[in-house]
């Protein structure tokens, strides 16, 4: 019996490592503070501002077809982008890995631009990097219609670029310091992304590693009071 306990124990704790992202879902209380003053097609592109658990944080929107509102709050899903965690559910673009990498890749750019356009002309260049970005997430919408002349030029460039990346170029943990939060009541408001401070991540990570330890000295409890 003592045998089968424990067997039975270590079959437990290893089904707890394999659903610990889902088990351990983190949430967050979100407010959008500011816009930004940039305007490309009549829609601001951000980078946005908002307060996550009251830290004031630049965010980045991937979510074209929703809207929100300056003073707006919410609670929303925290994951993590790469590898993704609880995609199926807990993120606007369910569980594509890929597709969420490319918007990284894009969020990088948004983040650090380069200073010329790179197809040419005068153009916004966040502003083109931005479209290309809801382009590449939600192309039934075609946010490319509110563009034309150089802006449009650039963001199809930036977006060919992002759709060029494959899995095996971006590297399993490349944007592990990405974060996604989407709001948990879908269409609340838009998913937005965040490139957090690598101890943020880290912070997640031992909260959910912390929980495990703790469910797993509870079995080890219970096994030991049945083995007597």
């Known amino acids: 019996m003592n045998i089968l306990l424990r067997r039975c124990g270590y079959v437990a704790v290893a089904s707890l490592f394999l659903l610990a992202p889902a088990a351990f879902a983190t949430t967050a209380d979100m407010a959008l503070t500011s816009a930004g003053s940039n305007v490309l097609g009549g829609v601001y592109v951000g980078p946005y501002t908002a307060t996550i658990n009251g830290v004031s944080t630049q965010v980045i929107c991937d979510d074209w077809a929703d809207e929100s509102v300056v003073g707006q709050k919410w609670t929303a899903y925290v994951n993590t982008l790469s590898p993704l ?10 569980n594509n890995q890929l597709l969420y990498d490319q918007v990284a890749w894009l969020v990088t750019q948004i983040l650090a631009p380069p200073s010329a356009c790179p197809a040419g002309g005068s153009c916004d ?3 083109d990097i931005s479209f290309a970005l809801w382009q590449l997430t939600d192309p039934s919408a075609n946010p490319f219609a509110n563009l034309s002349g150089s802006d449009l030029k650039n963001a199809q460039w930036w977006l060919t670029q992002a759709q060029s990346l494959t899995l095996a170029q971006v590297g399993s943990g490349q944007f592990a310091g990405f974060m996604i939060y989407m709001p948990v009541v879908n269409g609340q408001t838009q998913e937005f992304i965040v490139r957090a401070p690598e101890s943020s991540a880290a912070l997640l990570l031992g909260v959910d590693l912390l929980g495990l330890f703790g469910l797993v000295v509870v079995f080890r409890r219970r096994l030991a009071r049945h083995s007597h």
């Open 85 to 94: 965690s609880n995609g199926a559910t807990q993120t606007k673009w369910g």
């Open 125 to 127: 260049i966040v502003g």
